[in-house]
Structure formats: C-alpha cells, structure tokens
C-alpha cells in the first residue's frame, strides 16, 4: 500500500524470513508497484532469519519491535561516498528516537545505543555498478517494547525498558519514515560536511578511552577520526593511529 508521504511506497508483512532478503529478492515487482517512489519501506510484525553485523542473528520477538527495510535507488551517489548514506539514515533513526525525551547516540559504524545499550542496529547492501550505486538495501532491527532477551548480545535495552511504559510502534515508524527523505536529500545534495559534522557531534565514546579489540587483541583508544569512506581512526594510548574499516575492530566497552 501507498504511504501517507508521496516519497515512500510502504508494504507491510506478518511474518518473514528477513525483511532485507524480501526487498533485494523482490526488488524488480517493488519497484514495478512504488511507481515514482524515492523510497521503498518493507515492514514486518515478525522475521524468523533477521541478520546482525558481523553475521549475526538479530533476534527479535514478535509484534514487540519495529523490523523495517528500505530500498532506495542512490544513482547520484559515487561509492567512495556511500558511507554519507549511512551516516544519514543512522541519523534519521537516532532523531526520531530521540523525540521520545531520552539520549540516543550512534556507535560506529551504524549502531544506535542509549548510555551504554543497544537499542537499533542497521545492515547496509549496496550494489555498486560503475561508478555510481545502483542500489542500496537498509535493514533496520529496533527494540521497542521487548524486556527479555534470548540471546547473546552483551547489552541490549529497549524504548519500554528506558521510558518505563509501551511504546506505539506504528507511532515510532512514522516518525522514522517522516525523517528519511529529508536526510537523503541532504547526501542527493552533496551535503557531506554537515552530515559528517551531525555524525560524529552524536556519536558513542568520542571523547573517551574505550576498551577494543582487533586482530591484535585488546587495546584502549579514543576516536581520533572518521574519513569520508567511512573508515575509522583510533588513538591508543601510546599516541599511534590505528585504522580500521567494518568489522575489523570491536567496542568492548
């Protein structure tokens, strides 16, 4: 069905294997019903495979969270500057969530956490054809009004958990929904300075020594910087710069 807002073409399911795995497999029919769409948003009440970071599950019960895909078309955006499309969906997540009066910050490279919980996670698939990407599939895990969790994650937390009562999930997605053509215009713009500056103001443990772990071992380092391509900059505690792209190094704590 067509969503209240012209830019987004909406299709809601009740139960899925993943929400990522419907959009990329039914992208060519999506496309063919959202018509002039900018955004495709593929919802569901419940998904039996949702997928993590670093290859894990996200675990989520059902019709106590949002689980949301979107599909977009970024032909404007060259792939060295696809992390400025994370960068403002991360964005537009953290600042529907944050009008719900709590403190919501991004963790790099695309997580969002209150104090020191998980509360969202995003996963990235973009397609890459010359030098533009031709399409990019977001999936969104966000905890709403889920107070237990079976699963290994060291630190998960919810919107109920915080705020101590039942949030309206259909209430959080249409704020959601309403921040994402607005942020993704500012990346069809060129706006890469102020997306990075809005970034990096909300990210987790910038000023800080945190504990991390990469193919070296444990270490403790604060951010010293985040490049356009989305790689990050850590300094340790001897003074030297260590580098890392995704999934090459972990925030313990």
Sequence with gaps: MADELKEI?????????????????????LKAS???????AVTADNQTAGRGQRGNKWLSSGGENV??????????????????????????VRDAMQKYGIAVLLKW???????????????????????????????????????????????????????????????????IIKHLPKMIEMVKGGKYNQLAFDYERRLYALDKHHLYKDAEGHFKAQIH???????????????????YYFNEVQLIR
């Design 225 to 243: 910087a985040i490049a356009e391509d989305g790689m990050l900059s850590l300094m340790d505690e001897t003074g030297r710069v260590r580098h």
């Design 109 to 175: 490279p695309n997580d969002i956490y209150v104090d020191k919980k998980k509360i969202a996670g995003m996963i990235f698939e973009n397609k890459i054809e010359g030098n533009c990407i031709a399409e990019s599939i977001v999936g969104f895990g966000i905890n709403v009004n889920q107070t237990i969790f079976n699963s290994d994650a060291p630190n998960p937390t919810s919107l109920q958990i915080e705020l101590g009562h039942e949030v309206d999930r259909a209430v959080l997605l249409r704020k």
């Design 67 to 92: 689980l949301l895909t979107i599909l977009v078309e970024p032909h404007f955006l060259a792939p060295v500057r696809q992390f400025a499309l994370s960068q403002a969906i991360a964005l537009a």
């Design 34 to 40: 959202a018509g002039n769409a900018a955004i495709i």
């Design 9 to 29: 073409f909406r299709v809601h399911l009740g139960v899925v294997d993943s929400t990522n795995r419907y959009a990329r497999d039914e992208a060519h029919s």
